[in-house]
């Protein structure tokens, strides 16, 4: 059972379509991605090979796309086009990412409001994705990549002896966004 059933099922709720508030703001001229990759949380949420999943993107001939990064203020700059970091409200970041092609980053915030709109989305787990997943998306349009939990149980803690999320390949994600977006 997904978590958004196991909660309403437990508040005697029915799950709806939901409301987003947006704010426009300046878009940019290029069809774009939006990028989140750094969460404040712990450090097992953590990738440390978004540079290189960056790198693999623009050197793709064919991928014709800015990399817009989206997060806190006091987030890591990976190497994105343009930067949002700090400079949007939650309204304005709806708006982004509705206006977006993908949405690419780890499970938070962002990965559910993309899955509101039904966007396309490449999302890294650190922990079982299945009852997290993003939950308005169609299955055509998500690739939830999640360490080998066969060799190691997950962690759901904000720290990972372990450090499996970093076992996720960035060729594995760079792979997956070219394939949503049939490049």
């Not at 379509?17 to 949420?45: D, M, V, W």
């Not at 006091?74 to 949405?103: F, M, Q």
């Amino acid at each position: 059972m997904h978590l958004v059933e196991a909660y309403a099922l437990s508040c005697g709720s029915m799950i709806g379509s939901c409301f987003i508030q947006e704010q426009a703001l300046s878009l940019p001229s290029n069809p774009y991605i939006t990028f989140h990759g750094y969460n404040p949380k712990g450090p097992s949420r953590q990738y440390r090979y978004w540079n290189e999943v960056i790198k693999l993107l623009k050197s793709t001939p064919n991928f014709l796309y800015d990399i817009i990064e989206v997060g806190e203020t006091h987030s890591h700059k990976y190497g994105s086009d343009t930067t949002y970091l700090g400079n949007t409200s939650y309204a304005e970041l709806a708006y982004l990412i509705k206006h977006s092609s993908l949405h690419l980053g780890f499970d938070s915030l962002p990965v559910h409001i993309a899955s509101h709109y039904d966007k396309k989305i490449v999302a890294i787990y650190a922990h079982y994705a299945q009852n997290t997943k993003p939950y308005f998306s169609t299955p055509e349009n998500i690739v939830l990549l999640e360490p080998n939990h066969k060799l190691l149980k997950p962690v759901f803690s904000d720290s990972d002896p372990f450090d499996q999320i970093n076992s996720i390949s960035p060729f594995n994600i760079h792979k997956s966004i070219l394939g949503l977006l049939n490049i």
